[in-house]
């Protein structure tokens, strides 16, 4: 069985450089009342990765809901996007905590914003790659 996440991956996925480039908003599936707002670090059709600063306890397993999404450019998302932690890690040293999560359900009008937000990101860095060369 391979090891190389790359090589399991369906989606296209996007990197962020800035933690103030993208961001959301989320709570535990059974504890509502509580909301955490996140960096996005990655983002693809299937899935997302976070941090936050401190360590509030999640595990992988554990059940979030996303409910907004904002890019530097405006919102993405306002809908309740299940997701699932997949993996977690802490960095002690940054105070941050790192998480994949999956999406369970991608409605399908942020299914079409995020591909959209996707396909612009994949723009930008083959402009920016391109204008190196020139």
């Not at 509580?34 to 996005?40: G, L």
């Not at 993405?76 to 993996?87: H, M």
Request: charged share 25%; glycine share 6%; net charge negative.
């Amino acid at each position: 069985m391979s090891t190389d996440f790359a090589e399991r991956r369906r989606h296209i996925r996007v990197y962020y450089d800035s933690l103030e480039e993208i961001h959301c908003r989320f709570t535990v599936e059974e504890q509502e009342f509580e909301v955490f707002s996140a960096s996005v670090l990655d983002l693809s059709l299937g899935g997302i990765h976070l941090t936050i600063p401190g360590n509030p306890g999640f595990v992988a397993g554990d059940r979030l809901v996303l409910t907004h999404l904002t890019h530097r450019t405006g919102p993405v998302s306002d809908e309740r996007i299940p997701l699932e932690i997949r993996w977690v890690f802490v960095r002690e040293a940054f105070g941050r905590l790192y998480m994949g999560c999956q999406f369970l359900h991608l409605p399908e009008k942020s299914r079409s914003s995020i591909a959209n937000l996707i396909s612009v990101k994949l723009l930008e860095s083959s402009t920016a790659r391109i204008g190196v060369f020139c």
